[in-house]
């Protein structure tokens, strides 16, 4: 679920869960207490009365001793001055938080609290002047609130008398006030545990990942970039992780191959100062000998000179082929693709070689099995730079008298297969795996009098993998070597 998703789910969570949660436990609460109201007081009561009116509730309470004071007033009131018969009706409301008060021509007889008759004895109503305001009752407000119900009755000497039944309203019903604190209890649970519940929830989805990032940045930041960050949402924390993930595996393979770089550059520039010692250090002698009157007849003056030649080319040679390789291992040759005849293409680069290969009394094979018409898609003169640093490899490392090499061409599904192969020492199975790296040399002496850079192979490989296609190498030592590349085949065939 998405971010905003889970906000709108938890503003209806906070605003409908303590909503269905109050609602239970109050009517749970309220259902508990009227059933406690009815055994305690014996009476029915209404449970919004109960909440929005409990002086109703009070004055029902005492209804049943009223009636009968009243009942007794009218037929005997004599029992109304019996005091027994009066501390049986204390009794009954005792627990009912009301008492007695009985009055004789303005003067208080009786009371069983006197400290709440002094509270209210002014505003008791006079004899014959009694207004019901509350069913049966009369409501005394102020600072200390009573329900008061009064019974005028005569004495037996005519006297004028008055019998009070109060009930305290500062002391509610046990129940009234149980269900208050009862649901303000049940209120704070819910409140509390909808808390407890939402925190937890937005830990887990929020928090808790964003406490493995700030974990995984910090690693980062030491060096670590092998700590992964495994996601497990489907919304913005979670694709956040993804691109986290994303981003140190990028940041690690930068790094990993800005390593392998410094080290290459370091090999580099190792490879070059020793391939460039070999000829400077010549090219000195030679001079120096000169200079020294070491050649000292016209044949050792010329073949000083040739030499010192020789070795100022196969410089050139060496940095040139360095500048073309680090354009290429840059990317920044331009190629020049076309659509070429293979058949016409390989028909004019074998007349070239063969008329250089006959001089050096190697014999070169031709064999072509596809169709006249296939076309490959190819740079012609980086491909011929392919080929010519193949057979200059096969000719420089050639042990026979009589050297032989064979060009076969095969159709191979969308691509067309050239082998060249030579019947050179060839190379032990442990270096084939390594010829294609630059400066490489299955011949570690580097004063190998074949010369050569070793940048040959690994100049083919670069372009012929531009072009979309493969090389590698195939090899048996004292038998000879076979170079295999592929080329891609054009979508047009037989067209121009």
Request: proline share 2%.
């Amino acid at each position: 679920m998405k971010l905003k998703g889970r906000l709108i789910t938890a503003f209806f969570i906070i605003i409908a869960m303590p909503i269905m949660l109050l609602t239970a436990a109050a009517g749970t609460i309220l259902r508990y207490q009227m059933k406690s109201i009815h055994e305690s007081y014996d009476m029915e009561a209404d449970t919004m009365q109960v909440i929005t009116n409990p002086i109703q509730i009070l004055n029902r309470v005492t209804r049943g001793v009223y009636n009968e004071i009243k009942l007794a007033a009218l037929k005997t009131p004599e029992k109304l001055e019996n005091e027994e018969y009066i501390s049986e009706l204390e009794q009954v409301l005792k627990d009912k938080y009301s008492f007695i008060t009985i009055r004789k021509n303005g003067n208080f007889l009786y009371t069983s609290n006197e400290e709440k008759l002094d509270l209210i004895s002014n505003s008791l109503p006079k004899f014959g002047v009694y207004n019901t305001d509350v069913d049966g009752g009369m409501y005394v407000g102020g600072k200390h609130p009573f329900l008061v119900k009064a019974q005028d009755f005569y004495y037996s000497d005519g006297g004028e008398g008055t019998i009070f039944v109060i009930t305290d309203l500062n002391n509610i019903i046990p129940q009234i006030k149980a269900v208050a604190v009862q649901s303000f209890i049940s209120f704070l649970i819910i409140i509390c545990f909808t808390a407890t519940i939402l925190m937890y929830w937005i830990y887990r989805s929020i928090i808790k990942p964003l406490n493995i990032l700030r974990i995984a940045t910090n690693q980062i930041r030491d060096g670590d970039l092998d700590y992964s960050v495994q996601s497990e949402n489907e919304d913005e924390i979670g694709e956040l992780c993804d691109d986290f993930e994303e981003m140190r595996i990028r940041l690690k393979e930068l790094i990993e191959n800005r390593l392998c770089y410094e080290e290459d550059i370091k090999e580099l520039i190792s490879n070059i100062s020793h391939d460039l010692k070999t000829p400077l250090t010549a090219i000195k002698g030679y001079a120096e000998g000169l200079m020294d009157g070491v050649a000292d007849t016209p044949e050792k003056q010329d073949k000083y000179l040739k030499t010192i030649y020789t070795k100022a080319n196969d410089m050139s040679v060496l940095v040139d082929e360095l500048a073309f390789y680090a354009k290429i291992d840059n990317n920044t040759v331009p190629y020049s693709f076309n659509e070429i005849n293979i058949h016409e293409y390989f028909d004019d680069c074998i007349e070239d070689l063969s008329l250089d290969l006959e001089v050096k009394n190697i014999r070169i094979a031709y064999d072509n099995d596809i169709n006249a018409a296939v076309r490959v898609i190819a740079d012609v003169e980086q491909l011929k730079r392919v080929i010519n640093n193949i057979i200059g490899n096969s000719v420089k490392y050639l042990d026979k008298k009589e050297g032989n090499i064979r060009i076969r061409i095969h159709d191979v599904c969308e691509f067309v297969q050239i082998e060249i192969e030579d019947n050179g020492r060839g190379i032990p199975d442990k270096d084939i795996p390594f010829i294609f790296d630059r400066f490489y040399r299955a011949d570690t002496s580097r004063n190998s009098k074949k010369g050569g850079s070793g940048l040959g192979l690994a100049i083919s490989k670069k372009i012929i993998e531009d072009h979309g296609g493969r090389i590698w190498a195939v090899s048996e030592v004292g038998v000879g070597t076979t170079i295999l590349f592929t080329l891609k085949k054009s979508d047009r065939k037989g067209e121009k």
